[in-house]
Nanobody
Framework: VQLVESGGGLVQPGGSLRLSCVSSGFPLDYYAIGWFRQAPGKEREGVSC????????YYTDSVKGRFTIVRDNAKNTVYLQMDSLKPEDTAVYYCAAIALSTYDYTCLTYHYDYWGQGTQVTVSS
């Protein structure tokens, strides 16, 4: 079971990035998927999550209207489209997965079993 993120980088405020998370070793169809982030000195927080059973989504308040999570089960890939980026979005972003049989409608960090290595997103002028 492996998750690999990509797409991070340095972007100016107001810019956009698209993060990708590719899974191997398990089909995404049966897993809830989440994007989380951790800024220096802060706890890891749930940014956006997608349920396995019906694809419903959750966004933390600070990213609503700016970020979009997209699940492509056929490609075993989940994307996080990030628009109108702000300096406070700077963090290491992680994708994570949890089996549907364990949890589904959740964006709580401690519910997730499988984690990627993270990708750095820096928003700065």
């Amino acid at each position: 079971v492996q998750l690999v993120e990509s797409g991070g980088g340095l972007v100016q405020p107001g810019g956009s990035l698209r993060l990708s998370c590719v899974s191997s070793g398990f089909p995404l169809d049966y897993y809830a998927i989440g994007w989380f982030r951790q800024a220096p000195g802060k706890e890891r927080e749930g940014v956006s999550c997608s349920s396995a059973s019906d694809g419903s989504t959750y966004y933390t308040d600070s990213v609503k209207g700016r970020f979009t999570i997209v699940r492509d089960n056929a490609k075993n890939t989940v994307y996080l489209q990030m628009d109108s980026l702000k300096p406070e979005d700077t963090a290491v972003y992680y994708c994570a997965a949890i089996a549907l049989s364990t949890y589904d409608y959740t964006c709580l960090t401690y519910h997730y079993d499988y984690w990627g290595q993270g990708t750095q997103v820096t928003v700065s002028s």
